[in-house]
């Protein structure tokens, strides 16, 4: 053998592509993920065949459009919803991709600049970018006039899917302690609220989009739109079929900016991430330290330090960390702010949907044990008479006041600004704080008598057995709740039919003063009744 020989003999062979391995690996975590079960399988299949229908769907429409003379606003629109939901999405769903935590990676000796060129060609392999691809083609299709407008298309379609999936990498890097975090868990709790908020809001534009007016009323959006990235990649298609070559090569200028900054902050935030140190380890305990050394902070200075405000802080803090109580509470603010804006957004509404916060609000104080689950029995062993039960139940009670009353007072000023008319103003005020103090009030009396379990793993609020329970501690008491109304119902109706609408007035005072003192009574009426049924009711919520 000549020395040449030998030389490449003992040369190391060529490293595999970077870019290849991330691909493999993307491929083999799906393949792996699928063999796990069955319904994981079933699961994906099902969510592959729903998206494909879906964009299929959707682009069918837009070449139906085409021609149309405001399709433009319509595709410029569908990208910018498009682009949203990639950029949202990695917070709500961080678990879907493995990949998209780039932790994995910081003890290998991989260099910042290549690992983002593979990661980013890596997430083009699934059926995310497929979709978007699918869909942004449609678009420009829709809008495409002439072979100037094609060619430009075909640069536009590669663009916004590359901003798009940059987009979610660089948020997904920049934010990925906070989503493997115990908060971050919890942000992914509140995606349903998102997604049912997202639903409500396409179920008004499609109503908007029935009217005679048609596709014209997006114009006034669709021209402000078109001037975002990578928005102005599609708008640029439609500038080109126009003669507007100038706005065109603009559209298209502002995409590649964006995507350069994109790929810059994506790098710079996966160097800090590989380079410094974890914030859940010595800066945590630092921040901890002096966090301790300040002594209270916040709402726990204003609070007393007796029972009544450290079961009042307690109760909040559930509220603010534990998933399921989340849940429960940003639902009932969400929906019930909700309510009155559909309402208003559909020109049907009435200032009285402003109810719902009231009502929701006042649902929170139902199953007040089975929210402390297991950990119920520290709590049983601090109630020894029927006086502090009542102590207990009351600081519960005020906890939910101080969330209630501001936000009852917010969306009805808000109804009444937006709905209409001022002058029932002061009538509904009042009938919202006399449904909140009876909700408090039956809801007291509901979790003494028909305690139940939540589940503190699962997506289940109900331990397996209970439900009827459940069900029936819950529709009893608002059945309960609308009979304590019905008193200050039936002033109000006698008010209205005597012709004495310059009296209605006297409904906010009324109502305060009623709502106070049926939640009195229900506390003091079921704080005898937890005193003496401990027993059962530690046993029913630590069934979970």
């Known amino acids: 053998m000549s020395a040449e020989s030998a030389a490449v003999a003992a040369r190391p062979a060529a490293a595999p592509s970077l870019t290849a391995v991330f691909v493999r690996l993307k491929l083999t975590l799906l393949r792996n993920g699928l063999r796990q079960s069955a319904g994981r399988t079933l699961a994906y299949v099902s969510s592959v065949v729903v998206g494909l229908l879906f964009a299929a769907g959707v682009v ?34 961080p678990a879907s991709d493995e990949t998209l935590d780039p932790t994995r990676l910081v003890m290998l000796p991989l260099r910042p600049r290549p690992l983002i060129s593979s990661l980013l060609v890596a997430s083009l392999v699934g059926i995310g970018p497929v979709v978007t691809l699918a869909l942004v083609t449609g678009a420009v299709v829709a809008v495409a006039d002439g072979a100037a407008a094609a ?33 971050g868990r919890d942000l992914a709790v509140l ?6 908020l997202g639903a409500q809001g396409v179920n008004i534009a499609a109503q908007k989009l029935g009217r005679p007016d048609g596709l014209s009323v997006l114009e006034p959006l669709g021209d402000i739109l078109r001037w975002v990235p990578p928005v102005s990649a599609v708008g640029a298609v439609d500038d ?44 945590a305990v630092e921040k901890d330290s002096a966090r301790r050394g300040g002594g209270e902070r916040g709402l726990a200075r204003l609070l007393s330090r007796g029972r009544t405000g450290t079961v009042m802080l307690r109760t909040l ?25 559909v309402s208003a957004v559909q020109g049907n509404g009435s200032i009285y949907t402003a109810f719902s916060a009231a009502t929701l609000l006042g649902l929170q104080m139902y199953n007040q044990f089975g929210q402390d689950t297991s950990a119920f029995w520290m709590v049983a062993s601090t109630i020894a008479t029927p006086r502090d039960a009542y102590e207990e139940l009351r600081a519960r009670a005020l906890a939910l006041v101080v969330v209630a009353f501001p936000y009852v007072t917010v969306v009805v000023v808000g109804s009444a600004a937006l709905i209409g008319p001022w002058s029932d103003f002061l009538e509904v005020y009042g009938l919202s704080l006399a449904v909140l103090g009876a909700l408090l009030a039956t809801g007291a009396l509901s979790s003494a008598l028909f305690p139940y379990s939540v589940p503190s793993e699962g997506n289940k609020s109900v331990a397996p057995g209970q439900g009827s329970i459940a069900w029936f501690s819950l529709l009893g008491g608002v059945v309960a709740g609308a009979v304590l109304c019905a008193p200050l119902l039936a002033l ?10 310059h009296l209605l007035w006297v409904l ?12 009195e ?24």
């Open 60 to 93: 069918a429409g837009l070449v139906a459009l085409r021609g149309n003379a405001h399709v433009g606003a319509l595709v410029v629109l569908l990208t910018g919803i498009l682009t949203l939901g990639w950029a949202v999405m990695p917070l709500f769903f």
């Open 151 to 183: 060619a430009v298309g075909v640069v536009a379609v590669v663009l916004v899917v590359l901003v798009c999936v940059s987009l979610a990498r660089a948020v997904a890097t920049a934010s990925v302690r906070l989503l493997t975090s115990r908060r």
């Open 191 to 196: 995606s349903g609220l998102f997604i049912a």
């Open 240 to 283: 080109t079929g126009h003669g507007a070559y100038g706005r065109a090569l603009a559209g298209l200028g502002l995409t590649v900016l964006a995507l350069i900054l994109l790929l810059w902050w994506w790098q710079r935030t996966l160097t800090t991430l590989m380079t410094s140190p974890d914030s859940s380890t010595l800066q």
């Open 317 to 341: 803090r559930y509220g603010w960390r534990d998933p399921k109580s989340k849940m429960s509470w940003a639902t009932a603010l969400g929906v019930g702010l909700l309510v009155p804006v």
């Open 492 to 501: 109000t109706i006698w008010l209205h039919v005597a012709g004495l609408q």
């Open 508 to 519: 906010l005072p009324v109502g305060v003063v009623y709502g106070v003192g049926v939640a």
């Open 521 to 544: 009574l229900g506390l003091r009426l079921a704080a005898p009744r937890v005193a003496g049924r401990l027993p059962e009711i530690l046993g029913a919520v630590s069934k979970g």
